[in-house]
């Protein structure tokens, strides 16, 4: 069994079906990559992954615990207490980084273990002290986030995550709101999670990274995984017509 199994799952907003049976399995470890144009679902699958999304349709496992399933054709969800563990394995970064103004960057990262979790200050703080080292902005952690850039926010925002201690990142677009010289210094972060073996799932513009970074790669257009394989498989060696004409476009910008 997969670390992370996602099967036939259906999303529809209204009358308007998002996702139309997507799997996505994801092994401890692994990297995955998921690309696809504008709209093809991806960020909605990641959405539905960590419950910020119902599904209407399919069944999502984690770790072998059942978060959603499908029963006479109803989606049933797990209890709260229930949920609270599952989702507790994962943590998400968003490409908008969400930091609160008010709080300096070191409270930033402290807020979810002493809210969520219950820890005490004094217990979390060395541990946040050292996320912030790991990503190179310890010498930050008493600013507040209107004073850092929008690489060094973004690299805030994964510490944050990376508090909690989840057992899989989700990445939602990550380097898509930065100029192009920050988008390097939050990639670097990301590879170097890749190279301790955190297990992730990332949706990225980023071709070149995802190509280097990524276990598998998922390639999603109208809210349907068209193609699936290694990094070389899916980018050097696409099978599926609309991989092809998708990765054509996006090199050649």
Do not use: W
């Not at 979810?112 to 703080?125: F, T």
């Not at 998708?246 to 050649?252: A, M, Y």
């Amino acid at each position: 069994m997969s670390f992370i199994e996602m099967k036939d799952i259906r999303k529809d907003f209204g009358k308007l079906t998002i996702l139309h049976g997507v799997n996505m399995n994801l092994e401890k470890g692994e990297v995955l990559s998921i690309i696809g144009p504008s709209g093809a679902g991806k960020s909605t699958l990641l959405r539905c992954l960590i419950h910020l999304e119902t599904i209407q349709g399919g069944s999502i496992r984690v770790d072998g615990d059942t978060l959603a399933e499908e029963k006479n054709g109803t989606v049933v969800y797990a209890d709260e207490k229930k949920q609270k563990e599952i989702l507790g394995k994962m943590g998400m970064v968003f490409q908008s980084f969400n930091l609160f103004p008010h709080m300096t960057v070191i409270d930033n990262v402290m807020a979810a273990p002493i809210y969520v979790k219950g820890m005490k200050k004094e217990e979390i703080l060395p541990v946040a002290e050292d996320l912030l080292n790991k990503v190179g902005l310890l010498n930050k952690k008493d600013v507040y986030p209107g004073s850092l850039s929008g690489g060094q926010k973004q690299r805030v925002a994964i510490a944050r995550a990376l508090a909690m201690n989840p057992e899989i990142m989700l990445f939602d677009e990550p380097t898509s709101a930065l100029d192009p010289e920050l988008t390097c210094e939050v990639l670097k972060t990301i590879q170097q999670l890749a190279d301790e073996n955190m297990t992730m799932a990332i949706v990225t513009h980023e071709m070149a990274f995802a190509k280097s970074v990524s276990d598998r790669v998922l390639f999603m257009v109208d809210g349907r995984v068209e193609e699936e394989g290694t990094g070389e498989e899916v980018f050097n060696h696409p099978q599926n017509e609309r991989t092809k004409a998708f990765l054509k476009s996006i090199l050649r910008a």
